[in-house]
């Protein structure tokens, strides 16, 4: 069994920045990807940013410029990097990790709210 724990949501004002981190501890043997979903109320969860072990990074068009992905593939840990956020970044972001265990399976973390005030 992997879990994911994640840390880092708030609140703050527009303009301001948080770090989420994303943690994955258990029966990892590997690492393929790591990213972050958002989901506001009324709204699907959608991808915010995403990563692959290798290092390659896609992000929501809404984002770019202001988000940053990363990985540390020795601690098993993504951090995003959030930057001039907006009120519309405002939503609950949950990590997402595809892990290798040693089958690839598909895991979600438990959610962090972020909330951005105008």
């Known amino acids: 069994q992997v879990q994911l724990v994640e840390s880092g949501g708030g609140l703050v004002q527009a303009g301001g920045s948080l770090r989420l981190s994303c943690a994955a501890s258990?029966?990892?043997?590997?690492?393929?990807?790591m990213g972050w979903y958002c989901q506001a109320p009324g709204k699907q969860r959608e991808l915010v940013a995403r990563i692959i072990s290798s290092g390659g990074t896609n992000y929501a068009d809404s984002v770019k410029g202001r988000f940053t992905i990363s990985l540390d593939n020795a601690k098993n840990t993504v951090y995003l990097q959030m930057n001039s956020l907006k009120p519309e970044d405002t939503a609950v972001y949950y990590c997402?990790?595809?892990?290798?265990?040693?089958?690839?399976?598909?895991?979600w973390g438990q959610g962090t709210q972020v909330t951005v005030s105008s």
């Open positions: 997402n990790a595809l892990v290798a265990t040693p089958l690839l399976r598909n895991y």
């Open positions: 258990g029966s990892v043997f590997g690492i393929n990807a």
